[in-house]
């Protein structure tokens, strides 16, 4: 029997594995996203990958144990939307997206400590968001929630004003695509019973 690691203190992430009833242990990572030129969907897979090693590096004993990491990107034309670092960051986040459709990535990647082997799997959902006038934008601004999250916007929250509809996954854009998680599991040989109680 394995224990569960989620190497991130996501609020959303914790949120969704609690509501599923998995035992598991949140561990931070350390690990510092930087973007660069690379596809969307590469990127985010090797951030995934990067934030989980890292939580083994600093925590060995943890390696015989699953060790979940998650990084979600906003996909606009190709390029990386990520945390935006000022309000006037956000507000162009915004405004790019305004009347337009982007997507939402989110990289899952898995160190199984039972087998010694990482699994990893992208999950894509298509939002398409309203035509934003500049005042929904700025009185949007002024909720702070835009803070940390990806693109700009939380979904769960006021954010879903501005969503016309998606096309896929909606726990993907919260930050973990429970399905796809669910289905690594199985993949494996692993049933959501086995994993203990912390």
Known sequence: MQYLILA?????RQELLQKLGVA????????????????????????ARQKV???LQHSPHLASELVLGADTCIDLD????????????ARSFLQHMSGRTHQVITA??????????????PETTII???????????????????????GGYRIQGRGSLFVD?????????????????YGMLQSQGIDVLDIAPL
């Not at 991130?8 to 959303?12: A, D, E």
């Not at 899952?108 to 799997?121: P, Q």
């Not at 509809?165 to 998680?181: A, K, Q, T």
Request: net charge negative.
């Open 8 to 12: 991130s203190t996501s609020p959303r």
């Open 24 to 47: 598991f242990e949140a561990v931070a990572s350390d690990y510092e996203e930087v973007f660069d030129n690379r596809p969307p969907r590469v990127q985010a897979l090797h951030l």
């Open 53 to 55: 090693e890292a939580v």
């Open 78 to 89: 190709g390029k990386v939307l990520g945390k935006p670092a000022s309000r006037r960051e």
């Open 108 to 121: 899952l990647s898995l160190w199984n400590g039972g087998i010694k082997e990482f699994h990893a799997e």
């Open 128 to 150: 398409h968001v309203a035509r934003l006038s500049g005042r929904e934008i700025e009185w949007y601004l002024d909720t702070g929630e835009w803070e940390g999250a990806a």
């Open 165 to 181: 509809r998606i096309e896929g996954c909606f726990f993907n854009v919260m930050g973990l695509p429970i399905r796809r998680f």
